[in-house]
């Protein structure tokens, strides 16, 4: 029966060198939009080192599924045949998994309800990828079928880890020892997800990679969009009559944003993107795997920690009952140049990995940033944020002068490309209008 509605719907269809991402990609990715927004939401709840080290674990495993599900959607076209309805199912169990992130970590004497949710949903989404790529490549493929076996370990595992860690810690009557046993589990469980995609990657292509990096240009995008987020939940506009001081952090909060966004998909970015697609074979894979799926975290967790920092700052200027001259307090301000700094360090290990070449203005960035956090916690918190602004506005500014020229030949080839590209599609879609009225398309798009 299965398999009459598998034909009924349509069976999956292959990715081809060329593709894009579909539209129903990036309907899944609203999930991980929710998924972004609670862990930021849980950690700004309270600030501490444990809560970051929560958060920061959350996020790699929750990353993790996403670079599963990335490679999956290298192999099939997800919004095709009955892929769409096993991949609903996906979203469903991700959800859950956002859902019950909040008492991932509570404490383990008052029940295990919420780690145990997150545990199943995480292995619903896992068994969700491994059935697709079962039954579009490995059920007729003996390669394909040894390859799909080297990673059930560590979804097996993986699986079993996360029940462990849901489990076992409310059955230690000292919550120390019941804590440090729930954060070493979780910890097992990212060094084996990240540890066997290191080594357990043989044989693995990737056919699209044009598809690949737009995949990872989006889903950075989506994480840049937490910090706007966070910049109007702390400005708190809508709770409050708005004023000067608010209106001002929240420009500055858009403006390093956008100086952030710039600074990857200026040059960086775009560059990247035609070195992936100069490599062919091993070399390709290897790219894709080091600097997409392993150096976009980094960039991802840099995003949060500073969108914490943004939303505490920012709440502190908006609020009434905090002078505008007061220094900021607590870890907004650490937590905001820190995140920056994480982000840029990222990035250059991602411009190192594809292009070979390392930007010294970002060296410098991301040292002026260590030394101004000193200075940044005695400023009033209006003054940080413009501090921080100045910075990363003065990086963007800095390497358009630089880099000049090359940034110009770049842009310019990316334009040939993209009005190759559109021509190409204009002459196909011309047919469509020949179809419908019998006419002949004009020379040039025949």
Same mark, same amino acid.
Request: proline share 6%; hydrophobic share 55%; glycine share 8%.
């Given at each position: 029966?299965?398999?009459?509605?598998?034909?009924?719907?349509?069976?999956?269809?292959?990715?081809?060198?060329?593709?894009?991402?579909?539209?129903?990609?990036?309907?899944?990715?609203?999930?991980?939009?929710?998924?972004?927004?609670?862990?930021?939401? *849980?950690?700004?709840?309270?600030?501490?080192?444990?809560? =970051?080290?929560? %958060?920061? #674990?959350?996020?790699?495993? !929750? &990353?993790? /599924?996403?670079?599963?599900?990335?490679?999956?959607?290298?192999?099939?076209?997800?919004?095709?045949?009955?892929?769409?309805?096993?991949?609903?199912?996906?979203?469903?169990?991700?959800?859950?998994?956002?859902?019950?992130?909040?008492?991932?970590?509570?404490?383990?004497?008052?029940?295990?309800?919420?780690?145990?949710?997150?545990?199943?949903?995480?292995?619903?989404?896992?068994?969700?990828?491994?059935?697709?790529?079962?039954?579009?490549?490995?059920?007729?493929?003996?390669?394909?079928?040894?390859?799909?076996?080297?990673?059930?370990?560590?979804?097996?595992?993986?699986?079993?880890?996360?029940?462990? *860690?849901?489990?076992?810690?409310?059955?230690?009557?000292? =919550?120390?020892? %019941?804590? #440090?046993?729930?954060?070493? !589990? &979780?910890? /097992?469980?990212?060094?084996?997800?990240?540890?066997?995609?290191?080594?357990?990657?043989?044989?693995?292509?990737?056919?699209?990679?044009?598809?690949?990096?737009?995949?990872?240009?989006?889903?950075?995008?989506?994480?840049?969009?937490?910090?706007?987020?966070?910049?109007?939940?702390?400005?708190?506009?809508?709770?409050?009559?708005?004023?000067?001081?608010?209106?001002?952090?929240?420009?500055?909060?858009?403006?390093?944003?956008?100086?952030?966004?710039?600074?990857?998909?200026?040059?960086?970015?775009?560059?990247?993107?035609?070195?992936?697609?100069?490599?062919?074979?091993?070399?390709?894979?290897?790219? *894709?795997?080091?600097?997409?799926?392993?150096?976009?975290?980094?960039?991802? %967790?840099?995003?949060?920690?500073?969108? !914490?920092?943004?939303?505490?700052?920012?709440?502190?200027?908006?609020?009434?009952?905090?002078?505008?001259?007061?220094?900021?307090?607590?870890?907004?301000?650490?937590?905001?140049?820190?995140?920056?700094?994480?982000?840029?360090?990222?990035?250059?290990?991602?411009?190192?990995?594809?292009?070979?070449?390392?930007?010294?203005?970002?060296?410098?960035?991301?040292?002026?940033?260590?030394?101004?956090?000193?200075?940044?916690?005695?400023?009033?918190?209006?003054?940080?944020?413009?501090?921080?602004?100045?910075?990363?506005?003065?990086?963007?500014?800095?390497?358009?002068?630089?880099?000049?020229?090359?940034?110009?030949?770049?842009?310019?080839?990316?334009?040939?490309?993209?009005?190759?590209?559109?021509?190409?599609?204009?002459?196909?879609?011309?047919?469509?209008?020949?179809?419908?009225?019998?006419?002949?398309?004009?020379?040039?798009?025949?």
């Amino acid at each position: 029966m299965g398999g009459n509605r598998r034909r009924r719907l349509g069976p999956a269809v292959a990715i081809a060198p060329g593709a894009r991402v579909d539209r129903f990609e990036i309907f899944f990715d609203l999930v991980f939009v929710f998924s972004f927004f609670i862990i930021t939401r *849980a950690t700004a709840a309270e600030i501490t080192s444990s809560s =970051l080290l929560h %958060a920061m #674990l959350v996020l790699a495993v !929750l &990353w993790w /599924a996403w670079v599963v599900h990335s490679v999956v959607a290298t192999r099939i076209r997800l919004g095709q045949g009955f892929v769409p309805v096993l991949m609903v199912v996906g979203m469903a169990a991700l959800f859950c998994f956002a859902l019950a992130l909040p008492q991932a970590f509570d404490d383990p004497r008052e029940g295990s309800a919420g780690p145990v949710i997150v545990a199943v949903s995480y292995v619903v989404i896992r068994s969700v990828h491994m059935l697709l790529l079962y039954l579009y490549a490995a059920r007729e493929s003996p390669e394909e079928r040894r390859q799909l076996l080297r990673f059930a370990p560590e979804v097996v595992l993986s699986t079993l880890l996360l029940l462990a *860690a849901a489990l076992i810690p409310s059955l230690i009557n000292d =919550l120390g020892w %019941a804590t #440090l046993t729930r954060n070493g !589990l &979780w910890v /097992a469980v990212v060094l084996l997800q990240y540890g066997t995609g290191l080594f357990g990657t043989e044989g693995w292509a990737v056919p699209s990679a044009e598809h690949w990096t737009e995949r990872y240009d989006l889903i950075l995008i989506i994480a840049l969009g937490e910090s706007v987020i966070s910049v109007g939940v702390g400005s708190n506009l809508l709770g409050q009559p708005p004023t000067w001081p608010a209106i001002a952090a929240a420009v500055l909060g858009i403006f390093f944003t956008a100086a952030l966004w710039w600074a990857h998909y200026d040059v960086i970015g775009p560059a990247a993107r035609i070195a992936l697609h100069a490599a062919k074979g091993r070399p390709r894979a290897t790219m *894709a795997r080091d600097a997409f799926a392993y150096l976009y975290l980094p960039m991802i %967790a840099g995003i949060i920690l500073f969108a !914490l920092g943004s939303e505490e700052i920012v709440r502190e200027i908006a609020s009434p009952d905090v002078p505008v001259g007061e220094a900021a307090h607590g870890p907004a301000v650490p937590l905001l140049f820190s995140g920056v700094a994480c982000y840029l360090c990222g990035n250059m290990l991602f411009q190192f990995r594809t292009l070979r070449t390392l930007s010294w203005t970002r060296v410098a960035a991301v040292v002026v940033l260590a030394a101004c956090i000193p200075v940044g916690v005695r400023l009033p918190g209006l003054a940080a944020m413009g501090l921080l602004t100045a910075i990363c506005v003065g990086l963007v500014a800095a390497e358009v002068i630089i880099m000049a020229e090359g940034r110009q030949a770049l842009h310019d080839e990316v334009i040939r490309e993209r009005d190759s590209h559109e021509a190409s599609e204009a002459a196909w879609r011309a047919r469509w209008r020949e179809n419908a009225s019998g006419e002949q398309p004009p020379p040039g798009q025949r």
